[in-house]
């Protein structure tokens, strides 16, 4: 599965790399109504529930299917400002049908709607389905949808309210301490493009992002994600790029059509491993779901072997354990070292432990 951004007929400086106040702050409410998802920062989560006045925390919970499981789009800015402010007079200007959709989208809990002809402002077939599906995600996603198809611009001035308040009681004070980072993260990724070009600064954004070169001026920025879906970054003008501090491990696209495309990317973060593509951690699982190559893991997990030793151990060929030992170390499983004419193989325990504890344990044990 994957997510494609066209960029056909595109310049490489129509794509930017630039910080947004309010995708980071969009970023913290999701790690605090998900904090299961971002282990890292389980210190933060805590300490600012606790300080967060309670009539806030409620007013959160009743809007954080906005961000909870996936985030409303006008959250994550296609051109993103210098303040909050300027960002939420931009999400003003959205028109409510725009506005809408955007919001049904996660009040459901399903992008299907996003997709339908008919608008859910006015027909009444829309409506019907769309308060079905809010229903079924829970009465506080069916209140909130009932509102805000009844009232779009009241519900518009009680979400800008929250995100201000938001603002004042803790995303201020964590915007300046993380601003500089991402500015500069921005401008190494701007510097890698003028330079060397998308394919290298696309690249350093994530392992997870590819640029597809299709022949004949076709170009498409290829993302591996759950969804199966397209987006217009010639048609939109550009594409843009958001590095964000409080988003890993997410990797989020905006791609919906009427918006222009956004990837929204955690910064590399001193003592974490960077991230690996789903593809690698596929590879890596299968290459220990062979019995054999999990015994060998086992053996060397231990300690390094040479191949006649761990041949030796379990009755196999040299030429077999070499097969097998190949698999592991293209799975990046694997350190070697040389003693005089011997290699010694052990198992990479810090790559390993990346798919679990369970699994270190395991092999270990």
């Known amino acids: 599965m994957s997510l494609t951004i066209d960029i056909t007929g595109l310049s490489d400086e129509r794509l930017l790399f630039t910080p947004s106040p309010l995708a980071e702050l969009s970023a913290m409410l999701h790690v605090l109504a998900e904090p299961a998802h971002h282990p890292d920062l389980h210190g933060w989560a805590a300490s600012t529930t606790a300080t967060v006045p309670p009539a806030l925390a409620e007013r959160l919970t009743e809007a954080e299917f906005l961000w909870r499981s996936s985030r409303a789009d006008f959250l994550v800015p296609g051109i993103p400002g210098a303040t909050l402010a300027e960002e939420l007079d931009a999400v ?133 994600k759950l969804q199966d879906n397209t987006a217009n970054a010639t048609g939109a003008g550009g594409a843009t790029f958001i590095p964000t501090a409080f988003g890993r491990p997410h990797l989020l696209v905006v791609s919906a059509a009427g918006w222009r495309p956004v990837v929204q990317y955690p910064v590399a973060a001193p003592g974490v491993p960077e991230a690996v593509s789903l593809a690698v951690v596929q590879q890596r699982l299968e290459a220990l779901a062979h019995p054999v190559r999990l015994r060998l893991a086992r053996t060397i997990a231990r300690g390094p072997h040479t191949t006649g030793e761990l041949a030796a151990a379990w009755q196999l060929s040299a030429p077999e354990v070499s097969r097998h030992l190949a698999v592991l170390r293209r799975a990046g499983l694997l350190t070697t070292h040389r003693r005089g004419r011997y290699m010694l193989y052990q198992l990479d325990l810090a790559g390993s432990a990346r798919l679990g504890t369970d699994l270190l344990e395991a092999v270990l044990r």
């Open 92 to 224: 003003d200007r959205i028109d409510d049908e725009q506005y809408v959709r955007a919001a049904l989208v996660t009040a459901c809990g399903i992008s299907r709607l996003a997709h339908r002809t008919a608008s859910p402002l006015t027909d009444p077939e829309a409506q019907e389905r769309a308060r079905e599906l809010a229903l079924a995600r829970g009465p506080r996603q069916a209140d909130f949808a009932d509102r805000l198809l009844t009232d779009p611009p009241a519900v518009r001035a009680l979400v800008r309210r929250l995100l201000e308040d938001c603002a004042d009681a803790f995303f201020a004070d964590a915007w300046r301490r993380v601003l500089p980072e991402l500015a500069a993260d921005a401008r190494r990724k701007t510097d890698l493009l003028v330079r060397h070009g998308a394919v290298e600064a696309l690249a350093a954004v994530s392992s997870s992002i590819v640029l597809e070169d299709e022949g004949e001026g076709r170009r498409r920025i290829v993302v591996d």
